[in-house]
């Protein structure tokens, strides 16, 4: 029961999950999500646990998961995970999977790009279908209204802060997407996961964050990539200082 946690904080709970295996994890997970709904000063969200299996997450009730961490564990014909799991899917069961996520209405991030990244480090064929199979995942979970946001894992050394959203947004457009549907992956719908009234909206009261673009993204997203400038926090900054300030992304992995 949660009560026999004591005076055991969410972070304490974060930090078990992490640290334990096996059964223990299950229930860890359990007791988070029961403190996220009585306490709600958190949600229960990241990574699939490896000894929960993504059937057990999205009935536990996650809020949203990262990477598709336990998807590829559920897909995989030999139990891998990470893009190694991805690599040898089978694909029939993405169907089941991505119903399953509708009916919970768990969110889900992807990370598409850092992962096409990451499948470098396979052959040839191995990429292709870890691009492939994670496609039509994508695909698969919006055709079937499961809700979805954009991000890019920045922060690991991999893909650099802010520009490499745009490879993640040609990647949903990749799966299918249309462009103004990748862009709300990047402003509204984060808004809506978050709780956040009117973030990624330009309506009276939104929060004081506005990009000024010179062209349409929903033409192109091309035009994101030199924006005339930023409203941040109510601060404005224009496109000069936005390059100066932009990191190169780091190299891919031979």
């Known amino acids: 029961a ?4 004591g005076e055991f904080e969410v972070p304490h709970l974060v930090t078990l999950l992490h640290e334990t295996t096996g059964d223990r994890q299950t229930f860890v997970l359990k007791t988070l999500r029961q403190a996220a709904y009585r306490y709600r ?3 229960a969200a990241g990574h699939v646990p490896t000894a929960v299996t993504i059937q057990h997450a999205l009935a536990s009730g996650m809020e949203s998961i990262e990477h598709y961490t336990g998807y590829d564990r ?3 014909r030999s139990g891998s995970s990470g893009t190694f799991g991805w690599a040898d899917a089978d ?8 119903d399953a996520t509708v009916r919970s209405g768990t969110w889900n991030c992807p990370t598409m790009a850092i992962n096409t990244m990451l499948a ?3 052959d040839p064929e191995a990429q292709r279908r ?3 199979n994670r496609q039509l995942s994508t695909r698969l979970l919006h055709e079937r209204g499961a809700p979805l946001v954009a991000g890019t894992d920045a922060g690991i050394g991999r893909t650099a802060p802010g520009t490499s959203l745009l490879d993640e947004l040609r990647e949903f457009v990749a799966s299918g997407f249309t462009n103004w549907e990748a862009l709300r992956l990047a402003t509204v719908e984060p808004g809506r996961l978050l709780h956040v009234p009117q973030l990624g909206t330009v309506t009276v009261g939104a929060p004081a964050e506005l990009l000024l673009l010179d062209g349409n993204p929903a033409d192109d997203l091309a035009a ?4 005339a400038g930023i409203l941040l926090h ?12 932009a990191r190169p992304p780091a190299p891919r992995p031979p």
């Open 74 to 76: 559920a897909v995989s």
């Open 120 to 122: 470098a480090q396979q």
């Open 224 to 227: 994101l990539k030199t924006p």
């Open 2 to 5: 949660l009560e026999d946690w």
């Open 130 to 132: 870890v691009v492939q």
């Open 234 to 245: 109510g601060e404005w900054l224009d496109g000069a200082t936005l390059a100066a300030s």
């Open 91 to 98: 694909t029939s069961r993405l169907a089941a999977l991505a």
């Open 41 to 43: 000063t958190a949600y």
